[in-house]
C-alpha cells in the first residue's frame, strides 16, 4: 500500500492511505532502510497492514518512496 505521512509524533506516527479506511498507525521499529527522525509529515510511504502487539491495525515493513518512485 502506499500512503502520506499524516501525523509523526515520538517514535511513531499515522499514514494516510486512499486504500486503506482511517488512519494507520506505524511505528519506528517497522521501519525498513529509513531512520524515524529522517521522516517529515507529507511524505509518501509503501507498507504493508499487518496486526501489532495490541491484536489491532498496523504499518509493517514501512519504507519511504522517493520521488523517483512515485
Known amino acids: 500500500m502506499i500512503g502520506i505521512i499524516k ?17 494507520v498507525f506505524f511505528h ?3 521501519l525498513i532502510d529509513v531512520n524515524f527522525d529522517d521522516l517529515n509529515e507529507g511524505d509518501t ?18 519504507t519511504l ?3 523517483e518512485e512515485a
Not at 45 to 62: P, T
Open 7 to 23: 501525523v509523526l509524533k515520538e517514535g511513531f506516527g499515522f499514514i494516510k492511505s486512499e486504500e486503506n479506511e482511517g488512519d
Open 28 to 30: 519506528a521499529n517497522n
Open 45 to 62: 510511504l509503501s507498507f504493508e497492514i499487518g496486526e501489532g502487539k495490541n491484536g489491532k491495525q498496523q504499518a509493517n515493513e514501512v
Open 65 to 67: 518512496v522517493t520521488t
